[in-house]
């Protein structure tokens, strides 16, 4: 256990809808990065923030958005989802942004759109 | 970001070491080398970092050339549990802090 937690685990929806992930950081942990996993694309870098401040920006589709609330959890959302937006969404902590030391990451959020 | 270079896949027996590659030629005198992995079905999990002398902890060892153009990431005695995809990656001390994944190195161990 990471202890990072996501919600949900599992997530059917429709092309055209709207959804949102749902991510708890390690207790003290002020970083939060998000990832998108896909076949065809590998893990990939959505957006990271800190503290409640965007702190790094990936290959984020304009349709996505994230923030980071006072309480340290973040939302990731996802909006006219296509079919292409199917699948793995990962949530991951760290405590700072300038230290090497290690990122832990939530058991994930699976997504498929029909 | 630097790139880090890894075989697609290895195999190896239960019970053996296994010596993992990864080539970073372009890496500065600031990246660290992380080595994470991912087990099926689980989000990447944290296995080691170095920056010059080689490591160790409980999961595994990790040797960095001298010239750091080049580290192996080391399962001492390889249990089928170890079967995972290993990504090594480069990270920097300034700037935002977040890992890039390549396609990593697909380990199958065999009983």
């Known amino acids: 256990d990471s202890g990072v937690t996501q919600t949900p685990k599992h997530l059917i929806t429709a092309t055209g809808q709207r959804v949102t992930l749902r991510c708890s950081p390690r207790?003290?942990?002020?970083?939060v990065y998000w990832y998108q996993q896909s076949l065809d694309q590998g893990l990939q870098f959505l957006i990271q923030y800190y503290n409640g401040e965007e702190r790094a920006k990936g290959n984020i589709l304009e349709r996505f958005s994230a923030q980071q609330f006072p309480d340290l959890h973040s939302e990731l959302n996802l909006s006219s989802l296509e079919l292409g937006d199917s699948a793995l969404y990962f949530c991951a902590s760290s405590v700072g942004t300038t230290t090497p030391g290690e990122l832990f990451f939530g058991e994930g959020s699976r997504l498929t759109v029909l | 970001d630097a790139k880090t270079t890894q075989p697609n896949s290895m195999e190896s027996n239960e019970e053996e070491p296994v010596h993992l590659p990864c080539n970073h030629s372009?890496?500065?005198?600031?990246?660290?080398i992380h080595w994470y992995r991912q087990l099926p079905s689980q989000g990447p999990e944290y296995v080691i970092h170095?920056?010059?002398s080689n490591v160790n902890n409980r999961m595994a060892s990790l040797a960095i050339a001298e010239d750091r153009k080049s580290s192996t990431l080391i399962l001492h005695r390889a249990t089928l549990r170890d079967a995972a995809v290993y990504y090594c990656i480069l990270r920097g001390l300034r700037g935002a802090q977040k890992l890039v994944f390549g396609q990593g190195t697909r380990l199958t161990i065999n009983p």
């Open positions: 207790s003290g942990d002020l970083s």
């Open positions: 372009t890496i500065s005198g600031t990246d660290y």
């Open positions: 170095g920056l010059t």
